[in-house]
């Protein structure tokens, strides 16, 4: 195992860095992670720190522990298949003209912790108009659409009303593509109503009247992922950026309250700030816009790593289970129940998960005595 900080930035597979650690086979829970801390803190912030490793555990855990101190990986190559693995992680933060350390800032929306039971994420269906490369839960024409029963989700809002609940999300899949969407938001009256939808489908036909008849306090949110055509269409479709601005204005001349999410890959500070020119220009509020990095899951092969130690809890509902948290619903690892009732059980379930999550973390470290 070897660490240098190097007087000059020295080449590397990923390019040039500014410290190198060569971990060989340690994972790191056995001392990898010590090598790195250590030669991070002898780096300014925003510099480059080289690591290369042949344990195939860094893969995952690396990316993890660097989002959890703020640190970002900005580069991953293998030497072959099996490894060894080369990662470029950028030190968090900057300096001001003080040289003090200041925050790192990031395009994307923060949020804070939701606490159990005010919130509920339902799943419509899986069927889908676009097939999105970074889909988390792998939807598309070809899915199966795997529709929530309306008498179902009318015993789900009563139990989660009764329990105190406040706030349904509904999402897809494309919402407008199940036949009784109009339903299911109906039976959560009485309930803070959002619905995701991608608005390129609801203008005409049925559909057309399925919006029109929504309760006006129902909130929907509009994807658009860019403030020009090129990145959404290209991460969702040609042509799908004008449809979804052509939704977006139909929405808000039909009265409704319109909510706009965006989904990048990475930290684009110059087309976030064009987005929010856009969005201006179309009278969005600020609150109503979401900007959001892509999970690695479904059909994402790349973007945040998430876990049950590593997210939030956002209870969600499908029609055959529940799961930890929307963006998670392919994973069998988050999966934590085989139906989406009986609701008490499924919130018991993550409130007793995150009850020895957090005794865990009081517990702190193990006293081991030499002397």
Not at 360 to 369: D, K, L, M
């Amino acid at each position: 195992m070897v660490e240098r900080t190097l007087p000059d930035p020295a080449p590397t597979p990923l390019g040039e860095v500014q410290a190198l650690v060569d971990g060989g086979d340690m994972d790191c829970g056995s001392g990898l992670l010590l090598l790195i801390t250590r030669a991070m803190r002898r780096l300014e912030p925003g510099q480059l720190l080289g690591v290369r490793s042949a344990e195939a555990s860094v893969v995952t855990d690396l990316p993890a522990w660097a989002g959890l101190v703020g640190h970002d990986v900005v580069g991953e190559v293998a030497e072959s298949a099996g490894g060894p693995w080369w990662f470029a992680v950028s030190k968090a933060g900057k300096a001001d003209k003080a040289g003090k350390l200041v925050e790192a800032v990031t395009v994307f929306t923060r949020g804070e912790r939701t606490p159990v039971g005010r919130r509920l994420w339902l799943y419509t269906n899986f069927d889908c108009n676009l097939a999105c490369g970074y889909c988390c839960a792998e939807s598309s024409p070809k899915a199966t659409a795997r529709r929530f029963d309306p008498d179902v989700a009318a015993a789900v809002f009563e139990e989660f009303a009764a329990q105190g609940g406040r706030e349904v999300f509904f999402t897809g899949g494309e919402p407008f593509m199940h036949p009784r969407l109009g339903a299911l938001i109906a039976a959560a009256a009485g309930l803070e109503r959002t619905v995701l939808t991608n608005g390129m489908i609801f203008a005409r036909g049925t559909r057309r009247e399925t919006l029109e008849n929504l309760d006006r306090d129902v909130v929907l949110q509009i994807s658009l992922d860019s403030a020009t055509p090129e990145l959404h269409d290209r991460q969702r479709g040609a042509g799908s950026w004008s449809r979804a601005l052509d939704g977006i204005t139909l929405a808000r001349s039909l009265g409704f309250r319109v909510r706009v999410a965006a989904t990048l890959y990475d930290e684009d500070p110059r087309g976030v700030d064009a987005l929010h020119r856009r969005l201006d220009d179309a009278g969005i509020a600020v609150p109503d816009r979401v900007i959001r990095p892509v999970a690695q899951e479904g059909f994402a092969d790349q973007g945040v790593h998430v876990s049950l130690d590593t997210l939030e809890p956002e209870p969600t509902l499908t029609a055959d289970g529940a799961w930890w948290h929307p963006v998670a619903v392919t994973d069998p690892h988050l999966r934590i129940a085989d139906a989406p009732l009986p609701l008490a059980e499924v919130f018991g379930v993550v409130r007793d998960t995150l009850a020895v999550q957090d005794a865990a973390a009081r517990s702190g470290r193990e006293v081991f005595r030499c002397a």
